[in-house]
């Protein structure tokens, strides 16, 4: 499809209207293996993942899984998709139980050249609002890129770091996440698809998943921080059933730079940015003074 006919689809827009319910937020909490937070309470970030998905009934699915293309998203026919990285800011917590509301906008469409081939960019817009309130502002890069063997390793060694959580991506917890965030992409739980058809070694570990591990072991273990900024990268996949670790480290006041991987090298690079609880109080206090 030429880049005039791709420009159509900047612009495009919907809306999603969710009540955060909390028979999800328990189940997130579950996939997790963490506490479940109360109707009103803050969800923890990136939890807000698993809301804001408009069901698509089984016939408007494409063979990869993924809602057909031509619709929100431009077709990009005989390309596999991936959740290539994306930035947020988080301005304000979404509370649980609390009605909310996503709208989101393609914003841009890029084609590149990239080691295997022709990479369609497509950028989304994300805005999440609650009683008004904007709370989270993202941008998500998704990639289609042309049938090829997928990049397994990293020529380079993970970094040192000041912290260090391991995992072991099972495929119990893919598909629980799959269920939890309502994404049918075949490649995290169809082991013949995923396989044959896309050229994979094993099931893929969501690119969203591992920020999510990435954030939740960095407020775990700065649990005075509170993260404001963050942007994301995947540089190659994990695979099911292989651990990996992430790791971060604070470069300097108010920033982190973290990473996931294993033994093959860094898979996701993030930084955050990120403000200390207690001056954050003291700085509203200030302010709030006459």
């Not at 809301?51 to 809602?67: E, I, K, S, Y």
């Not at 990293?154 to 995992?167: K, R, T, V």
């Not at 921080?225 to 790791?247: S, V």
Request: glycine share 8%.
């Amino acid at each position: 499809m030429s880049d005039n006919a791709l420009a159509r689809w900047i612009g495009n827009r919907e809306q999603c209207t969710d009540h955060l319910d909390g028979a999800l937020v328990a189940r997130v909490a579950a996939t997790f293996g963490t506490a479940c937070p109360a109707p009103g309470e803050p969800l923890p970030p990136l939890w807000h993942w698993a809301f804001f998905q408009n069901p698509v009934p089984a016939d408007g699915l494409g063979d990869d899984g993924h809602p057909a293309r031509g619709g929100f998203l431009p077709p990009a026919d005989d390309r596999n998709r991936m959740w290539a990285g994306g930035r947020l800011d988080f301005l304000a917590p979404l509370k649980a139980g609390v009605e909310a509301e996503r709208v989101s906008t393609v914003s841009d469409i890029q084609e590149k050249q990239g080691r295997t081939g022709s990479l369609l960019f497509v950028t989304v817009r994300h805005e999440y609002r609650q009683r008004g309130e904007l709370c989270i502002r993202e941008e998500q890069d998704i990639v289609y890129r042309q049938p090829a063997p997928p990049k397994l390793s990293l020529d380079e060694p993970m970094p040192e770091a000041d912290w260090s959580q391991s995992f072991d991506p099972d495929p119990v917890l893919l598909f629980r996440y799959s269920a939890v965030t309502f994404n049918g992409h075949r490649i995290h739980y169809d082991w013949p698809y995923v396989t044959g058809t896309e050229g994979y070694p094993g099931l893929v570990v969501h690119g969203p998943l591992i920020a999510t591990l990435q954030l939740q072991a960095f407020c775990e273990a700065n649990p005075d921080a509170r993260p404001t900024r963050m942007a994301y990268r995947g540089l190659r996949p994990l695979i099911a059933d292989q651990p990996f670790q992430t790791t971060g480290l604070v470069t300097e006041a108010g920033r982190a730079e973290l990473t996931a991987g294993n033994a093959d090298g860094p898979a996701h690079r993030a930084t955050i940015e990120f403000q200390n609880v207690d001056l954050a109080s003291a700085e509203f206090e200030e302010s709030s003074r006459p």
